[in-house]
């Protein structure tokens, strides 16, 4: 009996060692985190504007994919370096994207202000012998080219009065 005791125990004793041993589950999870984090990447144009950490998010992601059922632990791994790469690449191509915006404003911006020098000097040549407005009259443009807003026909005696 003793025999059969000491095999069953040696037996469970390693089924139990090996069963420490198996590997954990496949990441599934952030693995899906990782391709969700390029393919978004991949659309915000990191493909110009990052492409080294997109490659490397790639890399890493394909790794992670071949090690999951090997090493879930490294998988897993790999699976977080890939996405945090990812969105830094798509934090990069949104910034590029972003400089471009405030580019195409400021030369907007330049564009507007030469029409509104031009207008000025424009307006200033032509206007030499024109007769100065009234007293009661709002003025036609600012000192700076500007066009004021319109006034309220009651006037400042319609404004609440405050006390300091």
């Known amino acids: 009996m003793k025999s059969h005791t000491r095999a069953a125990l040696a ?5 139990a060692l090996l069963a420490g041993c198996a ?21 915000a144009g990191a493909q110009q504007a990052a492409p080294g950490e997109l490659g490397a998010a790639r890399e890493k992601f394909s790794r992670a994919q ?21 969105t830094l690449a798509e934090a990069r191509a949104e910034a590029q994207r972003a400089r471009n915006a405030l580019t195409t404003v400021e030369q907007s911006l330049d564009a507007l202000r030469e029409e509104a020098a031009r207008a000025g000097a424009s307006a200033g040549s032509a206007g030499a012998g024109t007769a100065t407005p009234a ?30």
């Open 11 to 15: 037996t469970l004793a390693g089924a």
């Open 23 to 43: 590997s954990a589950p496949p990441p599934t999870d952030k693995l899906a985190l990782a391709e969700s984090a390029i393919q978004r990447a991949e659309r």
């Open 66 to 86: 071949g090690s999951a059922e090997r090493d879930a632990e490294v998988a897993a791994r790999l699976a977080e370096q890939a996405e945090a790469d990812a």
């Open 135 to 164: 007293a009661g009259d709002a003025p036609t443009a600012l000192p700076n080219g500007a066009t004021p807003l319109p006034t309220s026909p009651v006037g400042a005696a319609a404004l609440p009065q405050t006390r300091p």
